[in-house]
T-cell receptor
Framework: GQQLNQSPQSMFIQEGEDVSMNCTSSSIFNTWLWYKQDPGEGPVLLIALYKAGELTSNGRLTAQFGITRKDSFLNISASIPSDVGIYFCAGQPPMNYGGSQGNLIFGKGTKLSVKP | DTEVTQTPKHLVMGMTNKKSLKCEQHMGHRAMYWYKQKAKKPPELMFVYSYEKLSINESVPSRFSPECPNSSLLNLHLHALQPEDSALYLC????????????FGPGTRLTVL
């Protein structure tokens, strides 16, 4: 089945730093979604991308749908302590690429922590 | 309003108990989902309902039984669970089934003793 490679697995941030993470695949996707999850809570949607090349911002967050449809990145500018958590990318593959209706493929997550 | 609610927040049950998880959304979404999430892992899809009909069952054991009584409600009935079924159970909904954004609820933390 299709897989998403999300990197980095974890990173430490200092307040005020910019953060970047990405997801890549060997296959194409129709939709890219970015979620943030705090411990014991459900994932919260940050940004949804529907078209190749699309660049979308949500406050300090910016995400792009790669032009090849095989990748996406998420940038966080001027990080603050509440940015700590786990970020998941998720993509929906086309039906003729092994996707089934409603099936999201998730990356393994990027854990953001505060530098000690 | 993009809210999906789930009850209970926490559930502890024995292996012989029968319990149910509930999920509700009032956004008019016609697709609803159950996911299972283990610690430090991404959510794993269990079931998908589209227009109140079961659309996808990802080979989930029969001790998990989903039900969609109407377009706003989704239940997950639990019976004879195993300790390895302990996890965070997440409900999600989306306007439609194809190429649509899924919104997640806060989850039910299930512990099976």
């Amino acid at each position: 089945g299709q897989q998403l490679n999300q990197s980095p697995q974890s990173m430490f941030i200092q307040e005020g730093e910019d953060v970047s993470m990405n997801c890549t695949s060997s296959s194409i996707f129709n939709t890219w979604l970015w979620y943030k999850q705090d411990p014991g809570e459900g994932p919260v949607l940050l940004i949804a991308l529907y078209k190749a090349g699309e660049l979308t911002s949500n406050g300090r967050l910016t995400a792009q749908f790669g032009i090849t449809r095989k990748d996406s990145f998420l940038n966080i500018s001027a990080s603050i302590p509440s940015d700590v958590g786990i970020y998941f990318c998720a993509g929906q593959p086309p039906m003729n690429y092994g996707g089934s209706q409603g099936n999201l493929i998730f990356g393994k997550g990027t854990k953001l922590s505060v530098k000690p | 309003d993009t809210e999906v609610t789930q009850t209970p927040k926490h559930l502890v049950m024995g292996m012989t108990n029968k319990k149910s998880l509930k999920c509700e959304q009032h956004m008019g979404h016609r697709a609803m989902y159950w996911y299972k999430q283990k610690a430090k892992k991404p959510p794993e899809l269990m079931f998908v309902y589209s227009y109140e009909k079961l659309s996808i069952n990802e080979s989930v054991p029969s001790r998990f039984s989903p039900e969609c009584p109407n377009s706003s409600l989704l239940n997950l009935h639990l019976h004879a669970l195993q300790p390895e079924d302990s996890a965070l159970y997440l409900c999600a909904s989306s306007p439609r089934l194809v190429v649509d954004t899924q919104y997640f609820g806060p989850g039910t933390r299930l512990t099976v003793l």
